[in-house]
């Protein structure tokens, strides 16, 4: 099916079609004049005709701008001297060098976008990235035009009297009319998409940090007054995030000043502009009576990646926008390894990873499987900004990270430190980081180049055979990778997969890998071997291991060695063997995973509506095995708290939907909670002991290891408040009553709201009551009611109408409408199609306010062929509206048009 819009006259890009710019740019001078309703803004910039080409076209993207002037080396031009096509300049004939000054004016108040220069909250900010520079001036806007940039910021001092942009400070004053200056210096060559300004009523907290080196810097958070007490966090987020990247990677803050802005109006978690971070609030703002256990780890993630950035992605940044990943995703793999560095304890490491694995699993997996698969590197786009994924980020970490699994920790920073020697300065593409690390370590890396280029999740399935006389074990793996929108045919990827076995005892055993090199096998080893690196580079390979005296049990794909779904035929004995002895920590909560899936799938096809879940669970099931094995766990103090918490934890419904062939939301939905129930039934002395033993006394402190007592304290409340009773009732009202942290009180509030409990609309209202000026904690109101199990349509619609929600802030939006269409399944897949037909509602409403964030929710319905024929129907329906919507924005046409295209089946591999 083709789906035409002739509002949309935007062409599709292609990588293939690169080529260098025609001009470059040597400096960039800016000067603001800021005005909510009419900025000025006059930019001059001096340009160099590349050698390598033949063009004398100079091309200056533009984007609603409003053009005032243009001069080209002293002489204004006429509109007989240029272009204006699509909104962009072409100046033909222009010379080898060339000063041009443009002046254009902007309207940031009725900017509602959020890219370029915009206003929030009476301050202005902006965000360029990908394309929002061209919403300011006109530019060669493109990641491969690097250029030294100046800019001086004019306002009125008494209504905005921080004026930021990237860089230095070089001079600040009075200009004698009620208006004040300030001009910036960036001493490093960027592109446009790294410039940045903020101007506005803030006030932040600063500190001086010294460097390894000995020199000092100046660190600063700034934030709207009254949130100054919510800061500490970011800051000392910030000093671990350099003092980690110091040693881990040998790389210094190279700038006098680093500073971070929270802004409440936001389309992205945050923005890594050459030293001036620009951040959403949620990523910053953080005490205990707001922030969570989660919101402090995520704040310090995020805080760590958009630092990281200032190496890996704006000293060394991307030549185009096709090579998004070789900045994203290796920033998400040095985030997530300084996030796991930080909390050092092996079961603390083993978390980290599984969340991040559940992520992907959760997210990206689905999206690989969908219409908008995409491969870590993309060879089109219609428009850049649906292209920020989980592929590009997560699984582009992943293919990051299997360079490390492969060349080891040292190999890898031996990659790394080339990486930057040779590109420093430059705009480079993934196979230039790909070609570092293997120059740097003597390895052909060629066939690795696959993770880039093919799109899909591979599938590997392995199969075991232990030869008792011959004292042998072989492996056979095989690799099949689904066909994916325009990629029919798949070449097999280089695929690391870690192994181990294991004895009857449960202990690893030695491995002499047959034809290894002598240095990988336990012969030539002082220590045995107990975990291999197998890479499986061909459709079917066999690897043999020599002396195993027993029949072992694998442990395969350990620590998440590659971002596959990997198939073997575990007996339901074997997953819970490995649940309790494994001693790879991540496989061990991989097979409690398997094991409950397992369980999971059997029920889904027995749920029904006129059986209650106590039912469901004794008619469908056996879970004996799962069930002793989760109490061996819940009981072992052996284990971390918060890595019980996480053993303890099912699959999630969007995990078990892309586990079945037809996806049945209420039919999934009702098995979870039947097991989750039988759990809480069998375990229920267990939990009560678990929730009792891990209160804490004292003061609240976001460490990992009383966060990992508070988590496990409160999965065993949401377990036990799965028997609906008078003392889980009070139990809750009662956490929820004497919380001292939003970590306990939220948790206490979502036992409560999933419950008949009496108090629960009263717990609602107080905690409004309470938060109504905390516009983070009352997202959280918003969310937990969307997710809810009882919240339906109707609802959500109820909860648009509070006076609190709007539209035009995008973790708003998220909070409510996002998280009832992708966080509450079973209801918004109602069988009605009222769910699908609120979506479309939804849509259309962004779409004229914010279309970034528009088509991210047009995602929602982008694999409605998985669902039964009614909701198919809806789903349909729904696309159909958006797609004949008036002034489609391109964001929005890309996702919907690929939804509705009829997909091409064909045999891979």
Wanted: hydrophobic share 40%.
């Amino acid at each position: 099916m083709r789906i035409d819009n002739p509002q949309s006259q935007a062409p599709t890009i292609y990588r293939e079609q690169y080529t260098p710019p025609a001009y470059f740019v040597d400096t960039v001078d800016m000067g603001f004049d800021l005005d909510q309703v009419t900025t000025r803004v006059a930019t001059r910039i001096k340009l160099t005709r590349n050698d390598a080409t033949d063009d004398h076209t100079i091309i200056l993207f533009g984007d609603e701008l409003k053009l005032v002037s243009l001069t080209m080396n002293g002489t204004l031009l006429g509109k007989r001297d240029y272009e204006l096509v699509d909104g962009n300049l072409h100046i033909p004939g222009a010379p080898d060098q060339v000063t041009l000054d443009i002046e254009t004016v902007l309207a940031p108040s009725q900017n509602t976008s959020l890219m370029g220069l915009y206003v929030s909250s009476g301050n202005f900010f902006t965000q360029c990235e990908a394309e929002g520079f061209r919403k300011i001036t006109f530019f060669p806007d493109r990641p491969d035009v690097m250029a030294k940039y100046t800019v001086m910021l004019r306002a009125d001092k008494a209504a905005y009297p921080v004026l930021l942009s990237n860089g230095n400070l070089i001079e600040e004053g009075d200009l004698g009319d009620g208006r004040h200056y300030a001009l910036w210096e960036d001493p490093f060559k960027k592109p446009s998409y790294l410039f940045a300004l903020v101007a506005g009523k803030l006030v932040c907290q600063e500190e001086t940090y010294r460097l390894q080196s000995g020199r000092d810097v100046q660190l600063q958070v700034w934030v709207e007054p009254g949130n100054l007490d919510k800061t500490q966090h970011a800051m000392d987020s910030l000093k671990n995030s350099i003092r980690w990247d110091e040693k881990r990677f040998g790389l210094e803050l190279d700038l006098d000043r680093f500073m971070i802005v929270a802004v409440g109006d936001f389309n992205m978690g945050a923005m890594e502009n050459k030293g001036l971070n620009i951040f959403n609030t949620k990523f910053v703002l953080a005490n205990p009576r707001i922030a969570t256990d989660i919101d402090y780890a995520n704040i310090e993630a995020v805080v760590g990646h958009e630092y990281f950035h200032n190496w890996t992605g704006n000293r060394v940044t991307c030549r185009d926008w096709f090579q998004l990943s070789l900045k994203e995703g290796l920033t998400v793999f040095r985030d997530q390894e300084f996030s796991a560095d930080l909390i050092g304890s092996t079961s603390g490491r083993a978390v980290k990873r599984i969340d991040d694995v559940r992520v992907l699993r959760q997210n990206q997996f689905p999206e690989d499987a969908g219409p908008m698969a995409h491969s870590v590197r993309p060879d089109s786009y219609l428009e850049i900004n649906n292209f920020y994924t989980v592929t590009i980020y997560e699984k582009g970490a992943e293919v990051v990270r299997m360079y490390q699994t492969l060349l080891g920790r040292d190999g890898f920073r031996k990659g790394m430190d080339l990486y930057f020697a040779r590109h420093d300065g430059q705009a480079v593409t993934c196979n230039d980081f790909r070609a570092a690390m293997a120059d740097a370590n003597g390895r052909d890396l060629t066939q690795f180049e696959r993770w880039y280029s093919q799109a899909g999740t591979p599938a590997v399935t392995a199969r075991m055979d232990y030869d008792a006389a011959a004292k042998t074990v072989t492996l056979t793996l095989a690799q099949t990778c689904a066909p994916s929108p325009g990629q029919e045919d798949k070449l097999p990827f280089a695929i690391p997969v870690a192994v181990g076995l294991l004895d009857n005892a449960g202990k690893d055993m030695a491995l002499v890998l047959q034809g290894a090199p002598a240095e990988r096998t336990n012969s030539k080893r002082s220590k045995p071997v107990h975990s291999l690196v197998l890479e499986l580079t061909e459709a079917e390979q066999s690897f043999i291991f020599t002396g195993v005296t027993e029949k072992p049990v694998p442990s395969l794909l350990r620590d998440f060695s590659a971002p596959v779904v990997l198939t073997f035929d575990y007996s339901d004995t074997e997953l819970a063997f490995l649940m309790g002895h494994d001693s790879d920590a991540f496989n061990r909560w991989e097979a409690g995973q398997r094991l409950a899936t397992r369980y999971l799938l059997a029920m889904v096809g027995t749920v029904s509506a006129d059986k209650t879940a106590d039912q469901t669970a004794a008619a469908t099931v056996d879970a004996t095995l799962l069930i002793e094995a989760l109490r061996t766990t819940l009981t072992d103090q052996s284990l971390g708290q918060s890595y019980r918490e996480v053993i303890l934890t099912l699959p999630s419904e969007t995990m078990i939907a892309e586990a079945l062939p037809v996806i049945a939301p209420q039919a999934i939905h009702g098995a979870r909670q039947a097991l989750r129930r039988a759990l809480a039934q069998a375990l229920q002395p267990e939990f009560i002991a678990a929730y009792s033993a891990n209160r804490i006394d004292g003061a609240y402190q976001p460490d990992a290891e009383s966060a990992g007592k508070r988590a496990l304290k409160n999965v065993a409340l949401s377990y036990l408040a799965e028997l609906d009773d008078a003392p889980v009732h009070t139990l809750a009202q009662l956490q929820y009553d004497s919380a001292d942290n939003m970590t306990d009180r939220l948790a206490a509030l979502g036992a409560l709201v999933n419950t008949s409990a009496p108090g629960r609309q009263a717990a609602l209202a107080s905690f409004y009551s309470e938060f109504e000026a905390e516009p983070l904690v009352i997202d959280k109101w918003f969310t937990l009611q969307a997710m809810a199990r009882s919240t339906d349509v109707a609802t959500v619609r109820e909860l648009m109408r509070h006076p609190a929600f709007t539209l035009k802030n995008p973790n708003r939006a998220r909070s409510l409408i996002f998280s009832f269409c992708n966080g509450n399944p079973s209801q918004f897949h109602a069988i009605d199609g009222s769910g699908h037909a609120f979506w479309a509602e939804q849509v259309i409403a962004l779409n004229s306010i914010n279309p970034q964030v528009a088509a991210r929710l047009a995602r929602s319905l982008d694999r409605w062929r998985k669902y039964p024929p009614a909701q198919q129907a809806s789903m349909q329906e729904a696309l159909r509206k958006v797609a004949d919507t008036a002034a489609l924005s391109n964001d929005v046409l890309e996702v919907i048009t690929k939804a509705l295209t009829e997909p091409k089946a064909k045999a891979s591999l």
